[in-house]
């Protein structure tokens, strides 16, 4: 009776060091072929591995959206982070739903003709020790190949919407400013219109008012 006593202790220590001792898992959502060339983009998720580092604040981790982007290049076989050591809050490419997800065949709308668009959260615009919901998004911009990544909307703005014109030539994007200066974004707040012209050289990309 003692001995079964004491192997049902040591198989309950060894248990219980096998979980303490489990290492947490990276996840990666599914890969995006970039049209028909050798480049994959890889989103990493956030996860239990990574979500310490957003630290604790007002608002929420978006569920499913990316810690960071990697380009994968399937012909030198090569891979790097879109940005890096940038802690960023990537909103996903395409919704998905609680119950299910069917992987979708459509390319996802922020793959435009020569560049890819990123709705992102990178600055801590409350100052609560967090990067969470409750800072604003940005719109960024890479190459196809994940180069030339530039942030194109104004700092201190949050992305509400955006339409790209028929012809790829200019978005139209829907902010919201933060007018009664409380650090939030919501009621009380205007919203304003900008236009960004878009150019195959990212560093030409010209983003103004146009009403508000």
Do not use: C
Not at 89 to 111: L, V, W
Request: aromatic share 14%; glycine share 6%; hydrophobic share 35%.
């Amino acid at each position: 009776m003692e001995k079964n006593i004491l192997l049902l202790t040591a198989l309950s220590l060894f248990t219980i060091s096998s979980f303490s001792q489990k290492k947490e898992e990276i996840n990666f959502s599914d890969p995006f072929q970039i049209d028909s060339s050798e480049y994959f983009i890889i989103p990493r998720m956030i996860d239990s591995e990574n979500n310490h580092l957003y630290g604790k604040g007002k608002g929420y981790l978006p569920w499913g959206n990316y810690n960071d982007i990697i380009f994968y290049n399937a012909k030198t076989n090569t891979a790097k982070p879109l940005f890096g050591k940038t802690l960023v809050i990537i909103s996903t490419f395409r919704e998905r739903s609680n119950y299910y997800y069917e992987k979708p065949k459509e390319t996802p709308a922020n793959f435009l003709d020569k560049h890819i668009l990123y709705l992102a959260r990178t600055e801590n615009f409350n100052n609560d020790g967090a990067l969470d919901s409750e800072d604003p998004l940005y719109v960024f911009i890479s190459t196809k190949t994940g180069e030339g990544l530039r942030q194109i909307t104004p700092n201190g703005l949050n992305v509400l919407s955006w339409t790209i014109s028929l012809d790829k030539k200019f978005i139209l994007v829907k902010l919201q400013n933060d007018k009664n200066g409380n650090k939030k974004f919501g009621q009380g707040d205007d919203q304003v219109y900008y236009r960004i012209d878009l150019h195959n050289d990212i560093q030409q990309i010209k983003t103004y008012q146009i009403m508000n």
